[in-house]
């Protein structure tokens, strides 16, 4: 696999004053699909190096097409390759690369960035509907989640081939 990064400029044009960040790569996503609302994602970044410029790197910058937002609303929703048997109100699902910066004596930039091995983890509100889906929540009952959300245009599907159901012993959820 080969590692792809990218650069993000931020800018004060009033000033003449462009910071560059090179080398950045995504360490951590979070979606959350809430039944009452429209569909967030947040990311945060690492990267290996910043520099201040006094021009910035695309004079033409052009504005990006703005889309419809998603919402849950004509998402299709499996548990163990079926519908989902039971009610959901809610997911939440975070996906960590666990990168670090690798730093030398006598250099300001990061010589490298190591990725280290990456963690999903997610939650889930639902209601049940029957005693299979209790009982496979009970007994820690491996399974998977697909859910594919679309805005009538776009469409992203997210696939866990492998999930295991437990419950927040603090919120009872």
């Given at each position: 696999t080969t590692r792809?990064?990218?650069t993000i400029e931020q800018g004060s044009p009033?000033i003449?004053?462009?910071?560059?960040y090179?080398?950045?790569?995504v360490?951590q996503?979070?979606l959350t699909?809430?039944v009452?609302?429209i569909?967030?994602?947040s990311f945060?970044?690492?990267?290996?190096?910043?520099?201040?410029?006094?021009t910035?790197?695309d004079?033409t910058f052009t504005?990006p097409?703005a889309?419809?937002?998603?919402?849950?609303?004509?998402?299709?929703?499996?548990?163990?390759?079926?519908?989902?048997?039971?009610?959901?109100?809610?997911i939440?699902?975070t996906?960590?690369n666990?990168?670090?910066?690798?730093f030398?004596?006598?250099?300001?930039?990061a010589c490298?960035l190591?990725?280290?091995?990456?963690?999903v983890s997610?939650?889930?509100?639902?209601?049940?509907?029957d005693?299979?889906?209790?009982?496979?929540?009970?007994?820690?009952t491996?399974?998977?989640?697909?859910f594919?959300?679309?805005d009538?245009?776009?469409?992203?599907?997210?696939?866990?081939p492998?999930?295991?159901?437990?419950?927040?012993?603090?919120?009872?959820?």
């Amino acid at each position: 696999t080969t590692r792809k990064s990218f650069t993000i400029e931020q800018g004060s044009p009033d000033i003449n004053q462009y910071s560059v960040y090179t080398g950045i790569v995504v360490d951590q996503m979070t979606l959350t699909v809430p039944v009452d609302g429209i569909v967030t994602a947040s990311f945060a970044v690492i990267g290996k190096d910043m520099t201040v410029r006094g021009t910035t790197l695309d004079a033409t910058f052009t504005q990006p097409v703005a889309s419809q937002p998603f919402v849950h609303e004509g998402g299709v929703f499996s548990i163990g390759n079926q519908p989902a048997s039971c009610v959901l109100t809610g997911i939440t699902l975070t996906v960590e690369n666990g990168t670090t910066t690798n730093f030398a004596l006598g250099n300001t930039q990061a010589c490298d960035l190591s990725v280290a091995m990456s963690r999903v983890s997610g939650a889930m509100t639902i209601y049940f509907k029957d005693a299979a889906a209790i009982n496979a929540f009970l007994n820690g009952t491996e399974s998977s989640l697909e859910f594919t959300l679309s805005d009538g245009t776009n469409t992203h599907t997210y696939f866990l081939p492998k999930i295991k159901y437990n419950i927040d012993i603090v919120t009872g959820k």
